[in-house]
C-alpha cells in the first residue's frame, strides 16, 4: 500500500514540474514575440519567475496564475522590466514599461 501511495505522490509531483517547465516555454514564447512586435531587444533569453497566485475566474473556478518577468531594451544600454501572466498556458497578461528606467 506505501509503494501505490509513493508512486501515487512522485507521479503528481512529475504532473506540477511539466506543466511548470510547459508554461515557462510559453511565457519565453510570448517574451520573444512580445519584444518583436515592440522592436525592442529581449535581454539575457529568457523568463524569470516571479511568483504564482490563486484566482477564481468568471464561473468561480479556482485558476493558479503565474507571473514571469523578462528585462529588455529599446536602445542598448538601458534595461526595462516587463511581465507576463499565465493561466496554465494561456495568456492573461503581458506588458512592458512606458520607458526604460
Request: proline share 1%; aromatic share 8%.
Amino acid at each position: 500500500m506505501l509503494l501505490i501511495v509513493v508512486a501515487g505522490a512522485l507521479a503528481a509531483a512529475y504532473r506540477v514540474w511539466q506543466r511548470s517547465l510547459d508554461a515557462r516555454e510559453a511565457a519565453n514564447r510570448i517574451a520573444k514575440d512580445t519584444c518583436s512586435r515592440a522592436v525592442v531587444q529581449l535581454l539575457d533569453g529568457t523568463v524569470a519567475f516571479a511568483g504564482f497566485r490563486l484566482t477564481r475566474d468568471s464561473r468561480g473556478k479556482r485558476r493558479l496564475l503565474r507571473t514571469y518577468t523578462f528585462d529588455y531594451t529599446s536602445d542598448g544600454f538601458e534595461r526595462a522590466q516587463g511581465f507576463i501572466v499565465l493561466a496554465g498556458q494561456r495568456l492573461e497578461a503581458v506588458g512592458l514599461a512606458g520607458s526604460p528606467s
